[in-house]
């Protein structure tokens, strides 16, 4: 059985196309040129099913329909269990699915307590117990957010590019080791809670577009503990797939 599993995320789509639990392809596409995407999987077996989460809205909800208008989309949705991770959100459902799908996707990989972080056009940071319970995380702007609310939000900055430094010497230097302090440090604080709260070791897990970059600059003490891993939610959603044509086959 051939499933397509789709990552809509506000920059770009990511997708993986599995046979049972072996992925023959996967990819990134952007918005524009999604159109394009079902011949790019034509040399593959016929897609068969499609488990998708999507943060981008209903206009790219539309848009992925549209691209297989002969099969539904199955649309993750989060939800207070599932999969072995409970969803400590007030409100279960408020959880961006894509978060969700992560959360879901480190527990299958590590029973450990662990930080989740997905570094993309927002960055979460998300705390998973050893037992499986999401206790909550924290959002904040990504690496190309920040620069962009910065250039926008004042007349002289703009966006100018700058090599990171221990010191930085130049507009550009500044505001891209800011950005960059900023998220490192975000991670800093959630691992400094999540290790306080559960007394043991944190392991951190590291995916999504600026992973690379954000990496380089986390303290010593955390890049010990740190599994780069990418397209986390790609593999949650993997395991979803899993879960559910095994239900099938034992059904
Ligand atoms: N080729 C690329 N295209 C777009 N964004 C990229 C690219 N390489 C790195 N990035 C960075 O990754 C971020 C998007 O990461 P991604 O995990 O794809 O986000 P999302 O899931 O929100 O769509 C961008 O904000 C940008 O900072
Ligand atoms: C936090 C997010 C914007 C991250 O989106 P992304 O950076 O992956 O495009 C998304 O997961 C979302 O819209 N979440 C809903 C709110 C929440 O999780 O609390
Ligand atoms: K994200």
Request: proline content about 5%.
């Amino acid at each position: 059985m051939s499933c397509l599993l789709l990552d809509a995320g506000n920059t770009r789509l990511k997708w993986a196309l599995l046979d049972g639990p072996h992925w023959l392809a996967q990819g990134v596409c952007a918005y524009a040129e999604l159109a394009g995407l079902p011949a790019q999987l034509a040399p593959w077996p016929a897609v068969q099913r499609i488990l998708a989460c999507n943060v981008a809205g209903p206009a790219v909800a539309k848009q992925l329909a549209a691209c297989w208008p002969a099969l539904p989309i199955a649309w993750l949705k989060s939800s207070a269990a599932q999969a072995g991770v409970r969803n400590g959100y007030l409100r279960p459902e408020q959880l961006g699915a894509d978060r969700w799908a992560a959360l879901i996707g480190a527990r299958a990989l590590r029973q450990t307590d662990l930080l989740v972080v997905m570094a993309g056009t927002a960055m979460t940071v998300d705390a998973l117990s050893s037992t499986g319970e999401f206790l909550g995380g924290v959002i904040v702007p990504g690496f190309r957010l920040m620069r962009e609310a910065l250039a926008r939000g004042t007349a002289d900055l703009g966006l100018p590019d700058g090599a990171t430094a221990t010191f930085a010497r130049s507009t550009g230097e500044a505001i891209v080791n800011g950005a960059l302090a900023a998220l490192s440090g975000a991670i800093a604080q959630q691992y400094a809670q999540l290790s306080a709260y559960s007394g043991r070791s944190v392991q951190i897990l590291l995916s999504g577009g600026d992973a690379a970059r954000i990496a380089p600059c986390l303290p010593p003490a955390l890049a010990a503990q740190l599994i780069r891993i990418d397209n986390l939610v790609l593999h949650g959603l993997a395991q979803l797939a899993q879960r559910d044509s095994n239900q099938e086959a034992s059904a």
